[in-house]
């Protein structure tokens, strides 16, 4: 304990005489304003980030303090993610239970709604973000949405789309509360994201669940070679190619043959 009230302590110093030393913003009106050093702190922070040479330009003197605290606040982006994907995960229990593989779907976009059971998903994600944009610097939450992102990405794609089987209407309405829903939800927040890249597995997966039969069935002849020990160089590209075609891009082979294979095709 005396040890890291020391180590703390003498931080604390450190880090205001950089600040006092060097040019910095005038106080803002903003949450930050009321603690300046901590807006400037955290715009080192992105600064470094951004620039792996700016740490050795500051100086051997302060440049063990501002790494210890931009080690803090990768912890406490972490903490706060894990809570957002955990509360998340909860809410994602009922969703994933729907029973995909048996829904029929008018094939008009425009006739669906939301799940009805995703809607603690979707309303607690929103009261989430909102909560964020008005507490979090906004100095950090480029980073903080990027993680958000790819979490609950990950999240959707092992939870709701691994453990289920699609029908043409669950395909249909899963893309519904992805594409329409949730991105759109999320594109209100993390405006440096383009929506492409937002669930971006997901929507992938999505478009695999999607395809007509004779276009998934020619996919999926094409991929089942690619599990095979040895794969020729040809063959490989060729999968590839097709698989951007259809606009998979982040998928690997053998992720995108798993999620065909989760078709349940028309009889």
């Not at 020391?6 to 604390?12: E, G, L, M, V, Y």
């Not at 330009?57 to 501002?66: A, L």
């Not at 959707?156 to 519904?176: C, I, M, R």
Request: proline share 5%.
């Amino acid at each position: 304990t005396h040890t890291c009230t020391h180590t703390c302590t003498h931080t604390q110093f450190f880090l205001r005489l950089h600040y006092h030393l060097n040019p910095h913003p005038k106080h803002s009106t903003t949450a930050e304003g009321r603690h300046p050093s901590l807006g400037w702190l955290l715009q080192i922070i992105s600064t470094r980030r951004m620039d792996p040479q700016f740490a050795e330009s500051e100086g051997c003197v302060f440049s063990t303090p501002i790494t210890a605290f931009s080690a803090l606040v990768g912890d406490i982006l972490g903490w706060i993610v894990q809570h957002i994907i955990s509360v998340a995960k909860d809410n994602c229990k009922r969703y994933k239970r729907d029973k995909w593989h048996h829904m029929t779907v008018d094939k008009d976009v425009l006739s669906l709604d939301p799940s009805p059971s995703a809607s603690d998903l979707f309303t607690q994600l929103r009261d989430q973000l909102v909560f964020m944009e008005s507490h979090v610097s906004p100095q950090i939450t480029p980073d903080l949405y990027s993680l958000i992102n790819r979490e609950l990405d990950r999240l959707l794609l092992t939870e709701v789309v691994k453990n289920n089987s699609f029908s043409e209407g669950g395909a249909t309405q899963l893309d519904y509360d992805v594409s329409k829903v949730m991105v759109s939800l999320l594109a209100e927040f993390f405006v440096d994201i383009p929506s492409v890249h937002l669930l971006e597995m997901t929507q992938e997966a999505c478009r695999l669940l999607k395809l007509l039969p004779g276009s998934a069935k020619l996919m999926k002849e094409m991929l089942e070679p690619l599990q095979q020990a040895k794969v020729d160089t040809d063959v490989y590209s060729a999968a590839i190619a097709a698989l951007s075609d259809m606009g998979v891009h982040t998928l690997e082979p053998h992720e995108a043959l798993k999620i065909l294979i989760l078709r349940v095709e028309p009889a």
